[in-house]
């Protein structure tokens, strides 16, 4: 091999705009999402594995007070997309 080939190539460095910053830093995100409410509690999304018995695999929701999935009348776990956002 030529001595050419084995040469490193320099690191390549971004030209970052320091007005824009890091799309990780936190004051550059948008403003929070609005948290649902079921039943006047609030909940938040959970992944639901389900499929041993015949549910599915899905993201759930939970209330964030004590941690229970929240479940309809049949007692499977509600679809995190089928509560509504409060209005």
Do not use: W
């Amino acid at each position: 091999m030529s001595s050419a080939s084995k040469a490193s190539k320099a690191p390549k460095t971004s030209k970052a705009s320091a007005s824009k910053g890091s799309k990780n830093e936190i004051s550059n995100r948008g403003a929070a999402t609005v948290l649902k409410t079921y039943g006047g509690r609030t909940v938040e999304p959970v992944r639901y594995a389900g499929s041993i018995i015949g549910h599915g695999s899905y993201m759930a929701a939970r209330f964030q007070d004590d941690g229970s999935l929240v479940l309809d009348s049949l007692g499977v776990p509600v679809p995190y997309r089928n509560i509504q956002l409060p209005s």
